[in-house]
């Protein structure tokens, strides 16, 4: 796989760089190896579940984790781009309430490994995107929460014009200090 990891400002979340091989035909990569992401990325990590999703410009999703079954994600886009957000919501954490983004694209072929602990969301800034993710434990919907997208105590400067499109659960996310949390 020969990828590059690439640190954030938060030591346990990671941007993967996969090599890429290309020609006038196209192009090859890996875009996962459990043994070299063990090694570079996070160890003793199962993936159970994948995830895809396609949406337009102005999309926001997010910002999700669940309180029970925490969920680590491997997150990528394979069309268009998307600015992607994680929140520290580890309130033990010295960077608990901080949050960092990087843009993901099918250009950049960038990675985020997103660990358990923190909450993840994106708006699309492409006219549409398609966004692929591996999850460490299954979905649970009876413990998915969501944190409020423009909470002014997490400042996220979303690259969004005007009100992002959203689902109703994402509206109605809780600002960080009303939010359930992990301990």
Excluded at 43 to 62: A, I, M, T, W, Y
Excluded at 147 to 164: C, F, R, S, T, Y
Aim: charged residues 25%.
């Amino acid at each position: 796989m020969a990828i590059q990891v690439i640190a954030t400002a938060f030591p346990e979340v990671k941007i993967i760089e996969p090599k890429v091989f290309g020609d006038a035909r196209g192009f090859f990569y890996e875009s996962f190896n459990a043994r070299e992401f063990g090694e570079k990325v996070a160890p003793c990590v199962e993936f159970v579940q994948d995830n895809h999703s396609r949406s337009v410009k102005g999309v926001l999703r997010g910002l999700h984790y669940q309180i029970e079954h925490p969920q680590g994600k491997l997150v990528r886009v394979v069309s268009g781009e998307v600015f992607d957000v994680v929140v520290d919501i580890r309130r033990g954490s010295p960077n608990f309430g901080k949050w960092e983004g990087v843009y993901l694209s099918a250009d950049n072929k960038r990675q985020l490994w997103v660990p358990p602990g923190f909450a993840h969301g994106f708006c699309v800034t492409s006219d549409t995107a398609e966004f692929l993710y591996k999850t460490t434990d299954y979905w649970y919907p009876e413990h998915e929460r969501s944190l409020l997208w423009n909470d002014p105590a997490l400042g996220i400067q979303w690259p969004v014009d005007g009100e992002p499109s959203m689902a109703a659960k994402d509206l109605a996310g809780k600002p960080l200090d009303a939010a359930e949390v992990y301990l």
